[in-house]
Structure formats: C-alpha cells, structure tokens
C-alpha cells in the first residue's frame, strides 16, 4: 500500500522547512505554515522505518476536527485544510515545552511509578495507585520540546520559570488551556464511549503576542483512549484496559526489545504487523469522531498534496 514518508516540495514564496517525527512544515513568506502529516510512525522518540497507511490522513482529520470543537474555549493556528494530510495556518513561534495532562497513571506516569517514583515532572503523586486509575485531580507533566532527534525529558513547572523558558505569565495561560482543553476533550470522549486518558498540547504564540494551540489534538499519537464500557471492572479485577492509543505499538516494541536506548535494534515490522496498525488507528478515528473513515486517494499522494496546496496557495497570494 502506497504511503507517504517524505516531501520535498518548493512552493512559492517558500522560505523554508521543517522536518519533525511525523510532520513536515513548510515556512510560507514568513506568514503562513503548510503543515503537512505523513505516514511515519515515531515512538520512544525514534522514527520507525515503515509508513503506516493513511495515518497521516487520520492524524490531520482528527487534530483538524478538534480544533473546530475547542476554537471557543482556545484560539489555534488552523486556517485551512486544502488536503486529506494538510493543514494551513498561522506562522507562529512554539514554546519549547509541551504540555502533558493526565488523568489516570498510564504509560510513562506508570512506569515511573512501577520504578517506585512518587513525583512527575515536580508533581506528587499518591500512595497505593495501580495502573490505570484516576487520578483524582488531573496533573499536568511538561516535557522539554525536542530538537530534530533527541528526546523530550520530563521538566517541571518551577525549572521552566526559574530558566524563564516560559514567563510566568504565558505559563499560566498555557496551564489554563491544557485544562481548558482536557475538561472538553473528556466530555467529548464520554459521548462516544471513550475515556480521555492523557494527551499533550503544543502552543506558540502568533505575530501580534497571541497565545494559540498549534500542532495535533487529541489524536492517537498525542493521546491515549480507553473504552469507558467495563473500564472499573477491569480495573477492579486488575486486567489491562482496552484501549485505543499508538500505546500498543510502544508495548509491543517493548516485548521485542525496544525502547529507543542506545545499541537496541528496532524490530522488523511485516507487512502485516502494519497493516495491524493501520487499522487500529482507523478504529479509533472511527470510535472518536463517531463517523466512516473515508480513505484518500493513495496512488500518488505527493502529487495529489502538491496540486492541492498549490490551488490553495494561488487563491491566497
């Protein structure tokens, strides 16, 4: 199955690009980005080597749909989608710190605290907690923004003031928002049978001093779902929990002896072992936005991007 791994397009008034994990961004006359979701799959920081199909499309679709349903509570960067994989908006200047909130001891909260930690990123976290259960108040667990290749690392609130990486006047207003933004993803999640679980926001701010979401929302490379049917019984009889999050591919890296640290060799993924992961994310697009999955056109997506980010462009300019 076609997938797309990497661009390399010059369109006009281009000034330059920036190649993530998963997204290519494209710098266009200092005053837009063409954010652009590819097929990579990134986990413990490492770019795997297969595409997976159609992720990028589900990646956009549902960062896109979401900016939609929290633009009341917080602006966001997002102008346009003028392809499946694409999206326009604002240029901005991130912050160098991502903002995690979690509202159950998953993933790394998890295993940090099967090593016997009982503070995150400079927050607390109580005694006698299995995997899995809910914190009773959401904590928010920041990570520095990596540079290409390197890895995110847990920082916490006082370290980004007292190295003013953020003025503590901006972080609050990213504090406000990260909650803002996890109390509608939560509900949203519970209309369709989903628990929120945990998910990270990446923020900038615009030309005139604007502080705006940027980046990805709510997908399941920033997120992690669990199925809201049987969750506490599951629980309760302390089995893991069905969910819907790039959690497996982590878990299953895991089990083949990966986890991104030096000398480990990324396992060989079959065709059909992707194809597994093709599905799961189609699962949860479906799952979350609670609509069929539409697949794009895959014969040439380059050239299928391109045309469509052109006619964009030639309207805007």
């Given amino acids: 199955m076609n997938t797309i791994t990497a661009t390399n397009f010059n369109f006009p008034n281009q000034k330059s690009v920036y190649r993530g994990k998963v997204r290519e961004v494209y710098n266009i006359n200092d005053e837009l980005l063409v954010m652009i979701s590819t097929d990579r799959l990134s986990a413990f920081d490492v770019v795997l080597p297969k595409g997976i199909p159609y992720k990028g499309q589900i990646l956009n679709q549902i960062a896109t749909k979401f900016m939609e349903l929290t633009k009341d509570i917080v602006p966001n960067w997002l102008l346009a989608t003028p392809d499946p994989n694409v999206a326009v908006g604002y240029l901005c200047e991130p912050f160098k710190v991502e903002m995690v909130i979690r509202g159950y001891l998953s993933g790394h909260a998890a295993r940090e605290y099967a090593l016997g ?136 890296l895991i089990e083949n002896g990966f986890q991104g640290k030096e000398g480990q060799q990324i396992p060989e993924m079959t065709d059909q072992y992707i ?34 980010v052109l006619g964009y462009l030639k309207n805007k300019f």
Wanted: glycine share 6%.
């Fill in 117 to 252: 930690k009982r503070s995150i990123c400079g927050v607390k976290m109580p005694e006698g907690l299995k995997e899995n259960d809910k914190f009773e108040i959401p904590i928010i667990t920041p990570t520095t923004k990596a540079e290409n290749g390197s890895h995110d690392e847990d920082i916490s609130r006082e370290l980004i003031l007292s190295n003013n990486i953020v003025s503590e006047e901006d972080y609050l207003i990213l504090e406000k928002y990260t909650r803002d933004l996890y109390q509608r993803g939560t509900e949203i999640a519970k209309n369709k049978g989903l628990i929120l679980v945990d998910t990270k926001y990446e923020f900038g701010k615009t030309k005139d001093g604007k502080i705006v979401l940027i980046d990805e929302i709510h997908t399941p490379d920033s997120s992690r779902y669990f199925y809201l049917d049987g969750y506490q019984d599951r629980q309760n009889r302390g089995e893991d929990q069905k969910q819907l999050s790039k959690e497996f591919v982590r878990r299953w």
């Fill in 275 to 308: 194809e597994t992961i093709s599905d799961r994310y189609i699962e949860l697009y479906e799952n979350i936005l609670g609509e069929k999955f539409q697949k794009a056109d895959a014969n040439n997506i380059n050239e299928r991007i391109e045309n469509n």
